[in-house]
T-cell receptor, first 117, second 115 residues
Framework: AQKITQTQPGMFVQEKEAVTLDCTYD???????LFWYKQPSSGEMIFLIY??????QNATEGRYSLNFQKARKSANLVISASQLGDSAMYFC??????????????FGPGTSLSVIP | DGGITQSPKYLFRKEGQNVTLSCEQN?????MYWYRQDPGQGLRLIYY???????QKGDIAEGYSVSREKKESFPLTVTSAQKNPTAFYLC??????????????FGDGTRLSIL
């Protein structure tokens, strides 16, 4: 069963506008972490932002913020003041605490964001 | 600067050939991972290692092998048993294998194709 859903395969945003990338997840664990990564066309994965399941405040990192709604199991990424360099694939990921010593990280299918001048 | 180095950037494999992808990190991380990415898809875990001389299978380990003889190195061998090896391969590391606030750091990837 897919545990991370990103319903927007592709998104367009005007330069300098804000954009929200959706992510919903499925877990029965109480303790977990949510991550967003950016993957430019060159291929490397760049860590953007983290939200812990017990964090009461939404995470923010510069122009990135995470709209965390625990009851709805959603962790949407908000990018403010979009720039041309924001054009990339964006992946939502979840880290579940396993019963073994390994925390499994599950990635969503990604959303392709294109910033229009 | 600390980081993860993957080589080569592009690799071509002939039928029946084993090929090895290199991954080196100087972040002093305990945990290392190999992922496979197919076009338009997320990442799938091949193997992971939490300590030297120890590694475990991920979700799609068949046709792959790894070793962890040094903390900083985690090479991946794509064997001839992997019938569909064409993909983008990403190596990652993290401070430790558990703990929910530790992000993974990634290399720039290796693109493998069949000749």
């Amino acid at each position: 069963a897919q545990k991370i859903t990103q319903t927007q395969p592709g998104m367009f945003v005007q330069e300098k506008e804000a954009v929200t990338l959706d992510c919903t997840y499925d877990t029965s664990d109480q303790s977990y972490g949510l991550f967003w990564y950016k993957q430019p066309s060159s291929g490397e994965m760049i860590f953007l932002i983290y939200q812990g399941s017990y964090d009461e405040q939404n995470a923010t990192e510069g122009r990135y913020s995470l709209n965390f709604q625990k009851a709805r199991k959603s962790a949407n990424l908000v990018i403010s003041a979009s720039q041309l360099g924001d054009s990339a694939m964006y992946f939502c990921a979840m880290r579940e605490l396993m019963k073994t010593s390994y925390d499994k990280v599950i990635f969503g299918p990604g959303t392709s964001l294109s910033v229009i001048p | 600067d600390g980081g993860i180095t993957q080589s080569p950037k592009y690799l071509f494999r002939k039928e029946g050939q084993n090929v090895t992808l290199s991954c080196e990190q100087n972040l002093n991380h305990d945990a290392m991972y190999w992922y496979r990415q197919d076009p338009g898809q997320g990442l799938r875990l091949i193997y992971y290692s939490q300590i030297v001389n120890d590694f475990q299978k991920g979700d799609i380990a068949e046709g792959y092998s790894v070793s962890r003889e040094k903390k900083e190195s985690f090479p991946l061998t794509v064997t001839s048993a992997q019938k569909n090896p064409t993909a983008f391969y990403l190596c990652a590391s993290s401070l430790r294998i558990w703990g929910d606030n530790q992000p993974q750091h990634f290399g720039d990837g290796t693109r493998l194709s069949i000749l």
